[in-house]
């Protein structure tokens, strides 16, 4: 997913690069393909998708490390290869291909499967189970915020509900819950705002990312290069606002690397979002949601 336009702005020459999404390793493929001195930590949360790029990445042999993590634990695998800084950071915020279109993963409105939405299946509570506990105003705020989900408190009211009834176990009990609850024609785009809040939430994944924008500048080099893919306007709003110097950021697992301030550690490459070119989201339409942004360590 815009693959010219992340190697464009990422590839910086040789050195350590770290791909925090490792996903399904398109990404991380190319850019070791067309920076041969470059070398990639590897990180995901999913240990499934992290076989299959094991396997996609070995032909670079000892230029690739790989460990399974969240954001929150990326720290760990870095010191574990020398703490090097990196010359550049992918982190691609999308979902794989390979775990949409598994009905296991519960992650697709597309297919009927379990409602679980979990991105790593070995840790954590199902989505399933953990509505049944949840509070109602905790999943409204889940939806308005990472969703912009209409109506987000009726429909809270409605999932917690029908989930302490047991009568939420599948993704196609969801979408038809949604569909009784907002009304009107049924529309992807509903089910996709709702999924997106849902799984946001269940991964803590705006924790994790704020963590990750908190950590990011102690461990990159003088202009290193980070590039962000986003498909959501909060997910993007966070990182816009991490690189203009405007967060304040709360505890998080990640240690301090330099304390949030007026005065941005961060360049922007970007001034706007990169979006897809309309031939891309033509053979690829998952890709039409995507917000690239670029940003450089300054150097002083």
């Given at each position: 997913m815009l693959l010219a336009e992340v190697l464009g702005f990422l590839r910086a020459g040789p050195g350590l690069y770290l791909d925090a999404t490792l996903g399904d390793?398109?990404?991380?493929?190319?850019?070791?393909?067309?920076?041969?001195?470059?070398?990639?930590?590897?990180?995901?949360?999913?240990?499934?998708?992290?076989?299959?790029?094991?396997?996609?990445?070995?032909?670079?042999?000892?230029?690739?490390t790989l460990a399974q993590a969240t954001f929150g634990e990326v720290r760990e695998a870095h010191l574990a290869i020398g703490a090097e800084p990196f010359t550049g950071a992918l982190m691609d915020l999308g979902l794989s291909s390979r775990q949409i279109d598994d009905p296991s993963r519960g992650m697709s409105f597309g297919a009927d499967g379990p409602l679980d939405l979990r991105f790593d299946t070995g840790s954590g509570t199902p989505l399933r189970?953990?509505?049944?506990?949840?509070?109602?105003?905790?999943?409204?705020?889940?939806?308005?915020?990472?969703?912009?989900?209409?109506?987000?408190?009726?429909?809270?009211?409605?999932?917690?509900?029908?989930?302490?009834?047991?009568?939420?176990?599948?993704?196609?009990?969801l979408c038809a819950l949604i569909d009784r609850v907002l009304g009107g024609r049924p529309h992807p785009r509903r089910y996709a705002q709702v999924f997106q809040a849902l799984r946001t939430w269940i991964n803590?994944?705006?924790?994790?990312?704020?963590?990750?924008?908190?950590?990011?500048?102690?461990?990159?080099?003088?202009?290193?290069?980070?590039?962000?893919?986003?498909?959501?306007?909060?997910e993007d709003r966070r990182i816009k606002q991490a690189v203009r110097g405007r967060v304040t950021f709360t505890p998080r697992r990640l240690p301090v690397a330099i304390e949030s301030?007026?005065?941005?550690?961060?360049?922007?490459?970007?001034?706007?979002?990169?979006?897809?070119?309309?031939?891309?989201?033509?053979?690829?339409?998952?890709?039409?949601?995507?917000r690239l942004r670029a940003f450089r360590r300054?150097?002083?």
């Open positions: 390793g398109g990404h991380a493929f190319a850019l070791l393909e067309a920076e041969p001195e470059a070398r990639l930590l590897g990180t995901d949360r999913d240990a499934l998708g992290l076989a299959f790029a094991r396997e996609r990445l070995a032909r670079f042999g000892s230029r690739v189970a953990r509505l049944t506990t949840a509070g109602e105003a905790e999943i409204a705020d889940a939806l308005h915020v990472h969703g912009d989900v209409p109506r987000s408190r009726a429909l809270a009211r409605a999932i917690v509900g029908a989930a302490r009834e047991g009568r939420l176990e599948r993704t196609s009990e803590d994944e705006a924790r994790d990312l704020d963590g990750m924008l908190e950590w990011l500048p102690g461990v990159m080099r003088p202009g290193g290069v980070v590039v962000t893919l986003a498909y959501h306007s909060g301030a007026a005065v941005s550690p961060w360049e922007a490459l970007t001034s706007r979002v990169v979006r897809p070119s309309e031939q891309e989201t033509a053979t690829n339409p998952r890709a039409r949601s995507a300054k150097r002083t």
